[in-house]
């Protein structure tokens, strides 16, 4: 029910509807040059009142609802890491759209945004590609759930596109077949030398991440049915153990004999020093360097470079490289997407596929050619 009053700015519209507790409230706005287009305000809001939309936030600033959005659904259960991405988000978002109003916001604007915060301008920087990327479907996520609610009715990030800086998106760097090769003998023959060398092995036959790595423990591992159960991951700055990046992220994954040995020399050597020492374990980690301690980010990409080198390598790769190593040679295999997706802990295909576009790309050449040369057969 909505009741309408001409004022000296105008025309006003009040609408009057019931809450969640049924008590009465009211939205209004002045300044409306006819009655006509105070009633047609008012019928719009009335209508949305019907469809289940929530008038008293329809007032709700951009920022304000992404905080609401992120403590409520997101924040209880992300990784460290993963709340530093949203953060993230947010001081962005409060510096780009200050106290705009959610239901203001049209797609243009939201192009803007997306434009400016990709190419940057005269007083903002830059970004790269994967962090657009990031950026964008936060905040797509977010209208997403505004639009269930009832707060809004319009997605205004329908049919934008992302912008970004070529020079600042770092390409996926792995390793040849052929390279990967020389790696696992450089670090089987040097096992002895750091407990690095085991986590590079481990990090290179399993494509896990390198938090994952560092916070395995004993009891994840089943050497009987050759299996790994990934729900724990180092936090290398708070130094804790804690939960995975993201739901998705926990799973279980099958691994070969040979890293069932590594694992056998690892407890092996782990229970000799930790007798020595008179120490114990108790998050019950796999590996711990000499000082009975995770290693640190920094000595993993040291004593990588080290091997790489020994390796006759020429490759700046990086510890996280080893997984992306261990995706494009099971793509390059031809194993199947959606199992490559699953053991790496990926949301789902597309982000598998986002992330190694050009190796898909190249096979999907290499496909259409084999698909040609079989119909072209079946002719004759």
Same mark, same amino acid.
Request: overall charge positive; charged content about 20%; aromatic content about 10%.
């Given at each position: 029910?909505?009741? #309408?009053?001409?004022?000296?700015? %105008?025309? @006003?519209?009040?609408?009057?509807?019931?809450?969640?507790?049924?008590?009465?409230?009211?939205?209004? +706005? *002045?300044?409306?040059?006819?009655?006509?287009?105070? @009633?047609?305000?008012?019928?719009?809001?009335?209508?949305?009142?019907? @469809?289940?939309?929530?008038?008293?936030?329809? *007032?709700?600033?951009?920022?304000?609802?992404?905080?609401?959005?992120?403590?409520?659904?997101?924040? /209880?259960?992300?990784?460290?890491?993963?709340?530093?991405?949203?953060?993230?988000? &947010?001081?962005?978002?409060?510096?780009?759209? =200050?106290? !705009?109003?959610? +239901? $203001?916001?049209?797609?243009?604007?939201?192009? !803007?945004?997306?434009?400016? #915060? =990709?190419? %940057?301008?005269?007083?903002?920087?830059?970004?790269?590609?994967?962090?657009?990327?990031?950026?964008?479907?936060?905040?797509?996520?977010?209208?997403?759930?505004?639009?269930?609610?009832?707060? &809004?009715?319009?997605? #205004?990030?329908?049919?934008?596109?992302?912008? #970004?800086? /070529?020079?600042?998106?770092?390409?996926?760097?792995?390793?040849?077949?052929?390279?990967?090769? !020389?790696?696992?003998?450089?670090?089987?023959?040097?096992?002895?030398?750091?407990?690095?060398?085991?986590?590079?092995?481990?990090?290179?036959?399993?494509?896990?991440?390198?938090?994952?790595?560092? =916070?395995?423990?004993?009891?994840?591992?089943?050497?009987?049915?050759?299996?790994?159960?990934?729900?724990?991951?180092?936090?290398?700055?708070?130094?804790?153990? %804690?939960?995975? +990046?993201?739901? $998705?992220?926990?799973?279980?994954?099958?691994?070969?004999?040979?890293?069932? *040995?590594?694992?056998?020399?690892?407890?092996? *050597?782990?229970?000799?020093?930790?007798?020595?020492?008179?120490?114990?374990?108790?998050?019950?980690?796999?590996?711990?360097?000499?000082?009975?301690? /995770?290693?640190?980010?920094?000595?993993?990409?040291?004593?990588?470079?080290?091997?790489?080198?020994?390796?006759?390598?020429?490759?700046?790769?990086?510890?996280? %490289?080893?997984?992306?190593?261990?995706?494009?040679?099971?793509?390059? !295999?031809?194993?199947?997407?959606?199992? &490559?997706?699953?053991?790496?802990?990926?949301?789902?295909?597309?982000?598998?596929?986002?992330?190694?576009?050009?190796?898909?790309?190249?096979?999907?050449?290499?496909?259409?050619?084999?698909? &040609?040369?079989?119909?072209?057969?079946?002719?004759?």
């Amino acid at each position: 029910m909505a009741s #309408f009053k001409q004022l000296k700015s %105008g025309w @006003q519209a009040r609408i009057f509807y019931y809450d969640v507790n049924g008590d009465r409230q009211s939205i209004s +706005k *002045n300044g409306f040059k006819t009655k006509r287009l105070a @009633q047609e305000y008012a019928n719009e809001h009335e209508y949305q009142y019907s @469809q289940g939309g929530d008038l008293n936030n329809k *007032n709700v600033t951009l920022i304000d609802y992404l905080l609401k959005w992120y403590q409520t659904f997101r924040e /209880p259960q992300i990784s460290a890491s993963t709340k530093l991405n949203y953060e993230y988000t &947010i001081r962005i978002v409060k510096d780009y759209f =200050g106290r !705009k109003l959610l +239901k $203001s916001l049209t797609r243009i604007d939201y192009q !803007k945004f997306l434009n400016q #915060f =990709g190419n %940057g301008d005269a007083t903002h920087v830059a970004h790269a590609k994967a962090t657009v990327i990031k950026v964008n479907a936060h905040i797509r996520a977010c209208v997403h759930n505004a639009i269930n609610d009832g707060i &809004i009715f319009r997605d #205004f990030t329908f049919g934008t596109h992302i912008t #970004f800086d /070529p020079k600042l998106t770092r390409k996926i760097n792995y390793l040849s077949e052929a390279e990967a090769k !020389k790696l696992l003998r450089d670090l089987k023959a040097h096992l002895n030398g750091s407990i690095v060398y085991s986590m590079a092995y481990a990090a290179l036959l399993t494509g896990m991440r390198v938090s994952e790595i560092a =916070g395995l423990t004993w009891d994840c591992i089943d050497q009987d049915m050759h299996t790994i159960h990934i729900y724990h991951a180092w936090n290398f700055k708070s130094h804790t153990l %804690g939960p995975t +990046k993201n739901a $998705s992220s926990n799973r279980t994954i099958i691994f070969d004999p040979t890293l069932s *040995n590594l694992f056998a020399h690892v407890k092996l *050597n782990q229970n000799t020093q930790l007798t020595l020492k008179k120490a114990d374990n108790p998050q019950n980690l796999v590996f711990l360097g000499r000082d009975l301690k /995770p290693v640190s980010i920094n000595t993993l990409e040291h004593l990588l470079r080290i091997s790489l080198k020994r390796s006759g390598i020429k490759s700046d790769l990086t510890f996280h %490289g080893l997984r992306h190593t261990h995706a494009s040679l099971l793509l390059y !295999k031809g194993i199947a997407i959606p199992y &490559i997706s699953q053991r790496l802990g990926h949301k789902n295909v597309d982000t598998t596929i986002s992330i190694y576009l050009h190796i898909v790309q190249e096979l999907q050449t290499k496909e259409a050619g084999k698909t &040609i040369t079989y119909l072209n057969k079946l002719e004759q």
